[in-house]
């Protein structure tokens, strides 16, 4: 089984991030043959700062290598090492109706959001199939807002393979987990980087206090019986802790006495106790970015081979 999926390079990684993804990924290292990558071209249709982009892309690989990401198992690599996927777009456009792109909630919601609106924003959806389908992907763990782009990817494939009457494109499955579906920011909105309620993964101890301190929350006082089911700490503790902790912590809310500073700082803790085994990795690659570049090429050679090996059966499919 084919496990894949992809990030973007588009700004600090965030908690969400991590439960929606990363975190999938590294633990699926031993389920079944994994495949994931930094998406640079998608990062594009934000990012149009030389400098930016390439600290993105660097950033993104060093905490994935931090975080438990083994290369030697898995194949690591970042999207636009390896052409072919651009390709492949290029045919999948030809066989997605105008129809299936204009109905993308993404696309909508970016629009909104103020991110312009130009044909890469509308066809990152052709591209995102190009990348599942270019590898064969049979699983593809995200988060909740990706789901309709794995079915878009399906009709894609579809669509292609019932033209040309072939089986060449596997059709991928989204996998989402319901806890970590969609992470909450700090004001109970999904968190996301473009919404400002992030908190970030490696921050530094300030910025993480600061951000975990500004969670939203009821006004219930010190003496107040508080409500753990509607609470955004305890949702976010939820990611944390054990089902034993979480049983501590309800009763905490149930008892007078304590407020919600006194539950954020159990968070801020449980976070740090939880990224604290990275870090000293995460340095060492940050000082270290040759070493990172040559893990990075690895994983593109790995790579490319499957997608060289595959467009030789497309084209041939096509007539190119
Ligand atoms: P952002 O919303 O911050 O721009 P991205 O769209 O770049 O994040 O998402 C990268 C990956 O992380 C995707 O797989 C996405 O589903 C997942 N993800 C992002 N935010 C969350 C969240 N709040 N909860 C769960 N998963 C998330
Ligand atoms: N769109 C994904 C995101 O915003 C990134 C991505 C690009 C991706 N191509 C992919 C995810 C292929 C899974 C499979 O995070």
Not at 75 to 99: A, P, R
């Amino acid at each position: 089984m084919r496990i894949f999926s992809g990030i973007q390079s588009s700004g600090t990684l965030h908690i969400g991030n991590y439960f929606g993804m990363i975190k999938k990924m590294v633990d699926s290292q031993d389920e079944g043959e994994l495949f994931t990558f930094i998406a640079s071209y998608h990062a594009l249709t934000t990012v149009k700062d030389k400098e930016v982009l390439e600290k993105n892309i660097f950033d993104a690989a060093v905490n994935f290598l931090a975080l438990g990401m083994d290369p030697e198992k898995s194949t690591f690599w970042v999207q636009s090492d390896v052409k072919e996927v651009l390709e492949l777009y290029w045919i999948l456009s030809n066989h997605t109706s105008m129809g299936l792109l204009e109905r993308a909630h993404s696309y909508k919601d970016k629009v909104a959001k103020g991110i312009m609106a130009n044909h890469g924003l509308f066809s990152y959806p052709v591209l995102m199939a190009a990348d599942i389908l270019l590898y064969d992907a049979n699983v593809v763990p995200v988060g909740k807002d990706q789901i309709q782009h794995i079915e878009m990817t399906r009709d894609i494939a579809n669509s292609f393979n019932n033209h040309y009457k072939t089986e060449a494109f596997i059709l991928p499955e989204a996998r989402v987990d319901e806890v970590v579906a969609t992470v909450p920011g700090t004001d109970g909105a999904k968190m996301s980087k473009s919404y400002g309620n992030t908190i970030d993964m490696f921050a530094s101890k300030k910025t993480l206090k600061k951000q975990v301190m500004s969670i939203v929350t009821d006004s219930k006082e010190l003496d107040e019986v508080k409500d753990y089911t509607t609470c955004n700490i305890y949702k976010l503790c939820e990611l944390f802790m054990n089902e034993e902790e979480l049983k501590e912590l309800q009763q905490r809310y149930a008892t007078p006495g304590e407020g919600y500073g006194h539950f954020k700082l159990t968070l801020l803790d449980k976070i740090n106790e939880h990224f604290e085994p990275f870090i000293k990795r995460r340095e060492e690659l940050l000082n270290n970015p040759k070493e990172v570049k040559e893990i990075l090429a690895f994983g593109a050679n790995k790579a490319r081979k499957i997608a060289s090996a595959k467009m030789e059966i497309i084209r041939d499919i096509v007539g190119l």
